[in-house]
Nanobody, 123 residues
Framework: QVQLVESGGGLVQPGGSLRLSCAAS????????IGWFRQAPGKAREFVSL???????IYEIFVKGRFTISRDNAKNTVYLQMNSLKPDDTAVYYC?????????????????WGQGTQVTVSS
């Protein structure tokens, strides 16, 4: 069992930055691919980014060049640095853990989920 807790969300103006954190407890964190997903009101949950067990990042096209994912296995934490934020980035952001084999951007293949953190981009 893995417990995930997101933090770092909030209200930011367009063009601003936020850093989300996903803190994990439970089983060996380094054995999991960790993904970030988001869900805006009235829309389906969508893949944002993931980082593999060996630290390789994968990004959805609409965040590439603006968001950076990283992991610190010593702290059992994954970070999502979000720069140049746009109003369309407004959503609840979730982190999720996927047991190998993977990695995958499909939400239904993730085994554990956090409760989400709200990101609002507005002037």
């Amino acid at each position: 069992q893995v417990q995930l807790v997101e933090s770092g969300g909030g209200l930011v103006q367009p063009g601003g930055s936020l850093r989300l954190s996903c803190a994990a407890s439970g089983r060996t964190f380094s054995n999991y691919h960790i993904g970030w997903f988001r869900q805006a009101p009235g829309k389906a949950r969508e893949f944002v980014s993931l980082i593999t067990v060996d630290g390789s990042p994968i990004y959805e096209i609409f965040v590439k060049g603006r968001f950076t994912i990283s992991r610190d296995n010593a702290k059992n934490t994954v970070y999502l640095q979000m720069n140049s934020l746009k109003p369309d980035d407004t959503a609840v952001y979730y982190c999720a853990a996927q047991v190998t084999p993977g990695p995958s951007s499909a939400a239904n293949l993730y085994d554990y989920w956090g409760q989400g953190t709200q990101v609002t981009v507005s002037s």
